[in-house]
């Protein structure tokens, strides 16, 4: 599974379950993995921004790896795991780490805090990509980090490591991404960013889309249809799910809640807490999901979670 070519299609970042009292729940977290296996989806990754993850320590980071790695070896998809230590040194640590417990690929989230220089950058995502063989996923997100990259100097790094993934998440993303394959035209290219160019990215010869995980049906039909040779069907309704993501995508810790109370209307997890800061929905918010549940046809498992 271990290779560039199979980071492909719907890739969700996996949420992260919690208690009311704020602890990782275990058992919705099995069971939510299971579930997203059955989707369709092409891989699924942890620890994104969508994880919570600056919110978990390291003792629960490592317990929940070890948790996905086996709850998902025997499944078809691939296993990415995220590595978003500040410190090159850590990071190096812990993106082998993750190789040798046996993830499928890596996502690298490029240092941001106390605004290194952009050489300390790109030395630390060489010094990650030099420490692994398995496919590393490039975050490119300034919206979330405040630190711009042109696409020149992000093709720089396509061209040295063929290993190298790239989910671009500038907002809007099209235009950045047909320059950066300009400069390398053999990259392999995703998108995050709820999915809200989805389409058009596809369209700019991106690879798949790394949405949330609280509908990704939603987005293995839309990219089903786009396989197809169906435009208009992934169109429609991909035009129905815009004004959705489009309200919610207007913070991060929203959308992270969202999708919570979404997994918890669906009974695939045991509670929506979030872990503190975070967004507190209102009732039109409420209202707004369980229209959205009803619209799509999204699936609601009654049975107790065990």
């Not at 220089?117 to 995502?125: C, D, E, G, N, T």
């Not at 190298?164 to 950045?176: D, G, H, L, Q, R």
């Not at 309704?237 to 929203?254: G, T």
């Amino acid at each position: 599974m271990s290779s560039v070519d199979n980071i492909r299609g719907v890739n969700p970042i996996v949420a992260m379950p919690f208690t009311p009292q704020g602890d990782v729940d275990r058992v919705s977290f099995r069971r939510l993995l299971a579930h997203l296996s059955a989707t369709g989806v092409n891989g699924l990754t942890l620890f994104g921004i969508a994880s919570e993850f600056p919110k978990l320590d390291d003792s629960e980071r490592g317990q929940l790896a070890e948790t996905f790695l086996a709850e998902l070896a025997d499944s078809r998809v691939f296993r990415a795991i995220s590595v978003t230590d500040h410190s090159t040194d850590l990071a190096v640590r812990r993106a082998r780490r993750y190789q040798s417990m046996g993830a499928d690929a890596l996502m690298l989230l490029p240092p941001f805090f106390l605004q290194p220089s952009l050489a300390a950058v790109q030395a630390h995502i060489s010094a990650v990509l030099e420490a692994v063989t398995i496919p590393v996923m490039v975050q490119y997100a300034p919206g979330e980090t405040g630190f711009p990259v042109t696409p020149a100097q992000l093709a720089e790094v396509a061209k040295r490591y063929p290993h190298a993934v790239f989910k671009i998440e500038c907002n809007p993303p099209v235009a950045y991404t047909r320059e950066f394959l300009l400069h390398a035209p053999d990259a392999h290219v995703l998108n995050g960013y709820a999915g809200l160019y989805m389409l058009q990215m596809l369209e700019a010869r991106g690879k798949g889309v790394m949405p949330g995980c609280s509908f990704s049906e939603i987005y293995v039909r839309i990219y089903r249809h786009w396989l197809a040779g169906e435009p208009q069907q992934a169109a429609q309704l991909h035009d129905a799910l815009l004004p959705y993501i489009q309200r919610w995508m207007q913070h991060c810790e929203y959308i992270i809640q969202i999708e919570k109370t979404i997994l918890l209307r669906r009974g695939i997890i045991a509670d929506e807490y979030c872990r503190k800061p975070g967004w507190t929905l209102t009732d039109e918010d409420r209202n707004t999901v369980d229209r959205f549940i009803e619209q799509f046809g999204l699936s609601v498992l009654s049975e107790p979670i065990t």
